[in-house]
T-cell receptor
Framework: GAGVSQSPRYKVAKRGQDVALRCDPISGHVSLFWYQQALGQGPEFLTY????????KSGLPSDRFFAERPEGSVSTLKIQRTQQEDSAVYLC????????????????FGPGTRLTVT | AQTVTQSQPEMSVQEAETVTLSCTYDTSESDYYLFWYKQPPSRQMILVIRQEAYKQQNATENRFSVNFQKAAKSFSLKISDSQLGDAAMYFCAYRRGGAQKLVFGQGTRLTINP
């Protein structure tokens, strides 16, 4: 089946604009993650959903960042009043959510959305 | 908090040779998983190999193998018979057992010289 898809692949926003980034996880995957990857850095965790429940949002950098997954499938990451420091690649990942011990329950990543705030 | 450190920002290797990428981590947990991910220019993260902390045997996947030294908190990746398609950013990552999120290192850019 299809992998994780994200749209748009590229987004340019003027400072102060609101943006919405979409993630379509692998069908049937229970868990969904958002990560932020600054240029030349490793990804950093933003938030995690299990089905429609947002179980961990400890990585969201400010209250301008908001994520939702209302029906337990597609997720949207919204950034309000964008700032230049929000420029980064936003990665979405999904996993089956089942934890047979031998699997370590792999996260499958999408291609990311590169956000540039000018 | 758990941290992952990759001390080699860049590495290069001749095609068909072997290269080792270093990773150290800091945790007080006994139950955790370690991963190496590859990120080509297309940006899509691909899982290369994973290691469960409770397993003493080092994981291997074809040309990729790890040297897991639990006491030293070291998790290096060895790539044998390097191929041009191996060129990418490589990230070491940690996940605590029972937790969800991955903690990534800063990455190592691997160049393969033909």
């Amino acid at each position: 089946g299809a992998g994780v898809s994200q749209s748009p692949r590229y987004k340019v926003a003027k400072r102060g604009q609101d943006v919405a980034l979409r993630c379509d996880p692998i069908s049937g995957h229970v868990s969904l993650f958002w990560y932020q990857q600054a240029l030349g850095q490793g990804p950093e965790f933003l938030t995690y959903f299990q089905n429609e429940a947002q179980l961990d949002k400890s990585g969201l950098p400010s209250d301008r960042f908001f994520a939702e997954r209302p029906e337990g499938s597609v997720s949207t990451l919204k950034i309000q009043r964008t700032q230049q420091e929000d420029s980064a690649v936003y990665l979405c990942a999904s996993s089956s959510g089942r934890v047979p011990r031998t699997s370590g329950y792999e996260q499958y990543f999408g291609p990311g959305t590169r956000l540039t705030v000018t | 908090a758990q941290t992952v450190t990759q001390s080699q920002p860049e590495m290069s290797v001749q095609e068909a040779e072997t290269v080792t990428l270093s990773c150290t981590y800091d945790t007080s947990e006994s139950d955790y998983y370690l991963f190496w991910y590859k990120q080509p220019p297309s940006r899509q993260m691909i899982l290369v190999i994973r290691q469960e902390a409770y397993k003493q045997q080092n994981a291997t996947e074809n040309r990729f193998s790890v040297n897991f030294q639990k006491a030293a908190k070291s998790f290096s990746l060895k790539i044998s018979d390097s191929q041009l398609g191996d060129a990418a950013m490589y990230f070491c990552a940690y996940r605590r057992g029972g937790a969800q999120k991955l903690v990534f290192g800063q990455g190592t850019r691997l160049t393969i010289n033909p």
